[in-house]
């Protein structure tokens, strides 16, 4: 999946996109309408590069543009205050300017600074200084900031640094190659959701698309993948329709697909209200709420500390 910016965890997730590190989806306001001009300015140019580079898991993960730039703002409010609002228009423009085939979020200029060094505890990339990321960890409040991996170097455990893409064949760093540029089969990957078509870098094959002659280059990052010769699509079900692994999958924003009953049977269910009960297998919490002692609540869930 397509890389949407965050400010509270500024790494390349192949899924995830990842949204907000060590605090689930609680934010806080902006001090300043100007910061909160930047921030929004950013949350929207994200939010419609996803959308368009990948509609078929930004429709899943969020129904439409409004709901994300909703979730984003707020998750991203706290975050965009250690970040100066040149620093947000400079990722913003990039993002503008990127494109599906070379993908502004990914560079430099939306790779965000603090002053913990290597070796540090973190929570968040940007806590971490200029060279250095914060890997994602479990069962704890903390990481440590490492060192990105450069050009050339393995990248199975660590992510590379802005500007390079893990080579998947290789597992090592590498500079992507960008829309239109010449390309293999079986060499640097393009840039973005971009594929190798003809010795190019171009546009993936979206749903529907003959893939017989190239099997590999459906819009795979968005989940559409060749099928008896044709690029094939998910089904997308809406709340109250069959879902799971027979059916289709979920869309909207935190809308889940639930078991009915001890059959395998399952449906989309819409999200639950603030104050309402919940449990670990059922429904998920409207946003911005989450699921704390048993109650939606909007307080959110304690992230805990880093020391």
């Known amino acids: 999946m397509r890389f ?8 390349l997730g192949a899924a995830s996109v990842v949204l907000a590190a ?64 040149a620093a947000l228009a400079a990722c913003t423009q990039a993002i503008e300017s990127g494109g599906c085939g070379a993908p502004g979020s990914q ?12 070796g540090g505890a973190c929570s968040e990339t940007q806590l971490c200084v200029a060279g250095a990321t914060c890997p994602p960890f479990n069962n704890t409040s903390c990481g440590t900031c490492v060192a990105y991996a450069t050009a ?11 500007g390079l893409v893990c080579n998947e064949a290789t597992n090592m760093c ?13 060499d640097t990957p393009c840039a973005g959701t971009y594929v190798c078509l003809g010795g190019t870098c ?12 190239n099997p590999s280059a459906c819009n795979e990052s968005d989940d559409v993948y060749c099928t008896g010769g044709t690029c094939v699509a ?16 979920c869309f909207g924003l935190d809308v889940l697909c639930v078991p009915t009953d001890g059959t395998g049977a399952s449906v989309c269910v819409a999200p639950l209200a603030a104050g309402s009960p919940c449990g670990d297998n059922g429904p998920m919490c409207e946003f911005p709420a989450n699921c704390v002692n048993g109650v939606c609540s909007e307080q959110g869930e304690d992230a805990g500390t880093c020391p």
């Open 22 to 85: 060590c605090g689930g989806k609680t934010g806080t306001s902006s001090s300043s309408s100007s910061a909160s001009a930047a921030l929004t300015a950013l949350v929207t140019a994200s939010c419609n590069d996803f959308a368009q580079c990948e509609p078929i898991t930004f429709q899943r993960l969020y129904g439409d543009v409004d709901a994300c730039i909703r979730v984003k703002s707020q998750t991203e409010a706290g975050a965009s205050s250690a970040v100066s609002n």
């Open 202 to 213: 171009s546009p993936p094959l979206e749903n529907g698309a003959s893939c017989v002659q």
């Open 174 to 186: 590498v500079t992507p190659i960008v829309a239109g540029g010449a390309c293999g089969p079986i």
């Open 107 to 118: 560079s430099e200029a939306c790779s965000f600074h603090g002053t913990v060094p290597i």
């Open 4 to 11: 949407i910016l965050s400010l509270s965890a500024v790494v």
């Open 152 to 162: 050339g170097r393995p990248c199975a455990n660590v992510a590379c640094a802005p």
């Open 234 to 249: 998910p089904s997308l079900a809406q709340v109250g329709q069959p879902c799971g692994t027979m059916g289709a999958s």
